[in-house]
């Protein structure tokens, strides 16, 4: 199985902030990365595709880079409703894998 | 729209069988790839496994021994049979659809909790 790996595992940021998180593949996984966000409660939701595709009726604030075995999620401006854990999950081979998450809380 | 629901006992004994169905709406489960997705308390998410609706599977390794997923095209659901339940198995189950790009959840059902204990 991909392993996949998270840091931080939790992040407190003020309204505002550009906030950074990273995941880390076993092996290499090309471009074959999503980003979810789970509020409490709720199941995930599809950010980012394909380490970089922006979902629709996602915010723009939110991007994601990288290939091969790292990748980052960035919030250019953080806002409250944004409060949440993230998930990267890899697809390149089966069993899909999610990593352990990056609770964001605001300060 | 499309939308997925869960639905199944709550509770289940340990040594038995956790059934849930997911109910499609808004569109057809005779396209894509349809799979469970369960994450235990606190933790992590896990994927279960995928059935596409020709009728081909996909488990995870690591449970494959004991689940089975199915579909029903004439009811539109699809549904998991975990057998022989531990208390390991407390979690939250969520159903999703995966996209025609492969390995993309882009629908979840809401996810019930599924707790195994006498």
Redesign the interface.
């Known amino acids: 199985?991909i392993h996949m790996t998270q840091s931080p595992s939790s992040l407190s940021a003020s309204v505002g902030d550009r906030v950074t998180i990273t995941c880390q593949a076993s092996q290499d996984i090309s471009n074959?990365l999503?980003w979810?966000q789970q509020k409490p409660g709720?199941?995930?939701?599809?950010l980012i595709?394909?380490a970089s595709n922006l979902?629709t009726g996602v915010p723009s604030r939110f991007s994601g880079s990288g290939s091969g075995t790292d990748f980052t999620l960035t919030i250019s401006s953080l806002q409250p409703e944004d409060i949440a854990t993230f998930?990267c999950?890899?697809?390149d081979s089966?069993?899909?894998?999610?990593?352990?998450?990056t609770k964001m809380e605001i300060k | 729209q499309v939308q997925l629901q869960e639905s199944g006992p709550g509770l289940v004994k340990p040594s038995e069988t956790l059934s849930l169905t997911c109910s499609v709406s808004g569109g057809s489960i005779g396209t894509y790839y349809w799979n469970w997705i369960r994450q235990p308390p606190g933790k992590?998410?896990?994927?279960i496994g995928c059935i596409h609706h020709t009728g081909s599977t996909?488990y995870?390794?690591?449970l494959k021994s004991r689940v089975t997923i199915s579909l029903d095209t004439s009811k539109n659901q699809f549904s998991l049979r975990l057998q022989s339940v531990t208390a390991a198995d407390t979690a939250v189950y969520?159903c999703?659809r995966m996209s025609n790009?492969?390995?993309?959840?882009?629908v979840?059902?809401?996810?019930p909790l599924v707790t195994v204990s006498s």
């Open positions: 199985d074959y999503n979810y709720k199941a995930p939701k599809l595709s394909d979902e998930y999950q890899q697809y089966l069993p899909f894998t999610f990593g352990p998450g | 992590e998410l896990e994927w996909n995870n390794p690591s969520f999703a790009h492969w390995g993309i959840f882009e979840w059902g809401q996810g």
